[in-house]
């Protein structure tokens, strides 16, 4: 847990989406990979929506979507008040409307608890504690690791949707059987996205997403492949056309069409 407020020392400023948004980052300790962005690229708001993220880190997927469409009102909830205090700078500095408290998911402020979201978002903390191997910074075992289960997380996010509004995670495979418990529990029209490193490597990642209020048949889509070729043979990134895209220039990332009944939502 990072209580203390990041040194100027303590941070560096790094370009996501080509340069389009900049982030400041702890040198040691969580720093935002391409999964945050990857998690913004996916969701579909636009301008006017309200999005809420639980557990924001520094801000960097609030701050991507914020880049990518201009005009979201953000909501950023984290329980370190170092990364708390981060994220809202980030938000700040790259022109994203948006505020972010320091609190605990499981305890919500009323500032937060008062409100019904367009999009919650979430990237939990891809290892349970007993499972997970402890990372060199405790504020990076927090952000790694947690003791709150998916459940709560899902839970949290379906209570914070307006009816129609839409939860999207991402989370690593092997803890898809609980992501999708929870999401069966308290949101409809549910479509995953595996994410695989590489083709004929199996996934591991997901996109998961659901509707509040919302019923239609399960969607699983093909699977979306990070990396071109068959191993890693170069010094640079192989990533593929789509996803260079994404992460460059700060194009969307839309779940597959596909076309289905709904049943009902509302």
């Known amino acids: 847990m990072r209580s203390e407020p990041f040194s100027p020392e303590d941070l560096t400023r790094d370009d996501f989406l080509g340069g389009a948004v900049r982030l400041w980052q702890p040198r040691d300790g969580y720093r935002a990979g391409a999964d945050p962005v990857l998690l913004a690229a996916s969701v579909p708001a636009q301008s006017g929506d309200t999005v809420l993220e639980l557990g924001c880190g520094g801000g960097a997927a609030l701050a991507c979507l914020g880049g ?6 953000a909501t950023g909830v984290e329980m370190q008040p170092a990364y708390a205090a981060l994220a809202q700078r980030n938000l700040d500095d790259n022109g994203v409307v948006g505020t972010v408290f320091c609190a605990d998911l499981r305890s919500l402020p ?8 367009d999009h919650v978002i979430a990237n939990p903390p891809y290892f349970e504690n007993q499972r997970a191997v402890a990372p060199v910074s405790t504020d990076r075992a927090v952000s790694r690791s947690g003791a709150v289960p998916l459940a709560k ?27 999708m418990s929870a ?19 199996p996934a591991r ?3 998961l997403r659901g509707r509040k209020g919302a019923r239609a048949a399960f969607v699983l889509h ?9 191993t890693h043979e170069k010094d640079g990134d192989s990533y593929t056309e789509m996803v260079s895209n994404v992460l460059r ?15 009902r939502q509302g």
């Open 249 to 263: 220039s700060a194009q969307p990332l839309p779940f597959p069409d596909q076309k289905r009944h709904e049943i």
């Open 205 to 207: 990642l997901c996109l």
């Open 153 to 179: 997380w899902v839970s949290a996010a379906s209570k914070r949707l307006r009816p129609g509004g839409i939860a999207t995670f991402i989370q690593r495979i092997d803890r898809l059987p609980e992501l």
């Open 183 to 201: 999401f069966h529990t308290s949101l409809g029209a549910i479509e995953l996205w595996p994410i695989q490193p590489r083709r004929h490597r």
């Open 68 to 73: 990518r469409v201009a005009g979201i009102i």
């Open 110 to 117: 009323p500032e937060v608890k008062s409100q019904r979201f």
């Open 222 to 230: 093909p699977s979306l492949v990070l990396h071109r070729g068959e």
